[in-house]
């Protein structure tokens, strides 16, 4: 008895605070990006502004940001809530949260967009986008890499086709990077992957690594090759000279591939077992 | 003319009258008055928005100061018991400007002690949200101001009107100045 009586006080002292608490401060919308944080560039908010245009016309739901100093004392989830009834956003639409001085963000979602876009689909664009690169105050890349991630979420999703590969291109290189590492540091699996599969086949990323990588490579081992076969004639002290800059005299007109291949065609064994076979 | 004493008495009765609805009118408006700038921090008053600013603004500075700043840091418990105490309802106008003291105090410290602090220099976003914050904070105490400014104002008017001095000759007092004053 005495429990329910204690609990029941507990609640009505809740009820009370939460009564008594102050209403934060919400910012006006002003437009399609609200970025009263002023913390993204002018270059980002134009090319929201077209994938927003982009959205609405594919029909898609569209994406909100807004970005705040502090929430005032209030909880994050609750602020982007309140925020999306305020601005009266349609049923549809997705708002993202960013509080930059709290480090902090959520999202708030109509029930239209969350059939779409299930809860755990922007966590996971939270988690998989966002997280890394909003901790490490790259607002810009942050909220690029939630967005593209979002259109491709959006795309399979509804089915329709967004293009973005002409949008954020000025923070493009580090989205990328840090996206993949915030998948790898929060152990996303399964869907978590196929975010990334599905992310590699729409940036061309992994082709465009996978070159590099291989162009990394050949000039490495080419380099490391053509200097040892030069540093005969070039003398000792000579750093070794690029391999299309080869000053061989016998090898200077010919393209670098024979110069390549040519030590293993003629490979050092006869060479080698010839001064054995006299003894 | 012809001085009768019914003309004297019906006089006599119209100043009476006159003095009654002079001293009442008095008595009421003053009280009112007085009673609005005692309720200045109430939820409709005139300085509660003020109020909750200030109160929002001390929380927001302790969220930056404790990254900063071990967790059992006096400075910055005693500005988020302070900014509790200006955001919870409380409507004692000398608590409040007590409170309000300790945030002005507390913020001015901050703006000397944490630019110091190695974190503190490696975050741009930190150094602006601290000077932004310490700066509208630290303001010599823009509640106590208002609310000393309000009441002194009451005051000088209570004291030198007539209807002022009527009030007072029925019982409405001066406002005690809070001792906090600029």
Request: net charge negative.
């Amino acid at each position: 008895m005495l429990k329910r009586i204690l609990c029941l006080l507990m609640l009505c002292a809740l009820l009370l605070c939460s009564a008594a608490q102050a209403e934060p401060r919400y910012p006006a919308q002003s437009g399609v990006t609200t970025d009263s944080a002023a913390v993204l560039s002018v270059k980002l908010l134009e090319d929201l502004r077209t994938l927003d245009k982009r959205l609405d016309k594919a029909g898609a739901p569209r994406l909100h940001i807004a970005t705040v100093d502090f929430l005032d004392t209030a909880d994050v989830q609750d602020y982007a809530n309140a925020l999306f009834t305020r601005w009266e956003l349609a049923d549809d639409d997705v708002l993202l949260l960013l509080c930059v001085g709290e480090e902090r963000y959520a999202i708030a979602a109509g029930n239209g967009a969350r059939r779409i876009l299930p809860d755990t689909v922007l966590s996971k664009l939270m988690a998989g986008y966002l997280h890394e690169a909003f901790l490490g105050q790259q607002y810009d890349a942050a909220v690029s890499a939630f967005a593209t991630g979002y259109v491709s979420e959006v795309c399979k999703a509804c089915g329709v086709t967004v293009k973005v590969e002409d949008l954020f291109r000025s923070t493009s290189s580090g989205i990328f990077g840090n996206w993949a590492g915030s998948q790898k540091n929060t152990g996303a699996s399964g869907d978590g992957e196929s975010f990334l599969t599905r992310e590699d086949k729409n940036s061309g990323f992994s082709l465009l690594k996978v070159i590099l990588i291989v162009a990394l490579l050949m000039l490495i081992f080419g380099a490391f090759r053509t200097g040892k076969k030069l540093r005969r004639p070039a003398g000792e002290d000579a750093p070794p000279p690029p391999p299309e800059a080869a000053p061989k005299p016998a090898q200077a007109e010919k393209p670098r591939y024979p110069v390549y291949f040519k030590p293993r065609e003629k490979k050092p064994t006869p060479q080698y077992f010839k001064p054995r076979n006299p003894k | 003319m012809k001085i009768s004493l019914s003309n004297i008495l019906f006089a006599l009765l119209c100043v009476a009258l006159l003095g009654v609805a002079l001293g009442l009118g008095s008595v009421r408006g003053w009280s009112a008055d007085r009673d609005e700038i005692l309720n200045a921090f109430s939820a409709d008053g005139e300085l509660h928005t003020l109020l909750e600013n200030r109160g929002m603004d001390a929380a927001n500075l302790c969220v930056v100061a404790a990254r900063h700043l071990p967790e059992n840091d006096a400075d910055l418990l005693a500005l988020s018991a302070t900014s509790g105490t200006l955001l919870s309802g409380v409507e004692d106008a000398q608590a409040l400007l007590d409170a309000d003291a300790v945030i002005t105090d507390v913020a001015l410290r901050f703006a000397d002690s944490l630019p110091q602090l190695t974190s503190m220099q490696q975050s741009q976003r930190d150094m602006a949200y601290l000077t932004m914050l310490s700066g509208s904070l630290g303001r010599k105490s823009s509640l106590t101001h208002n609310y000393t400014a309000m009441v002194e104002d009451f005051n000088q008017q209570l004291t030198t009107s007539l209807s002022g001095k009527i009030a007072m000759l029925l019982g409405v007092d001066i406002i005690p100045v809070p001792g906090t004053a600029d």
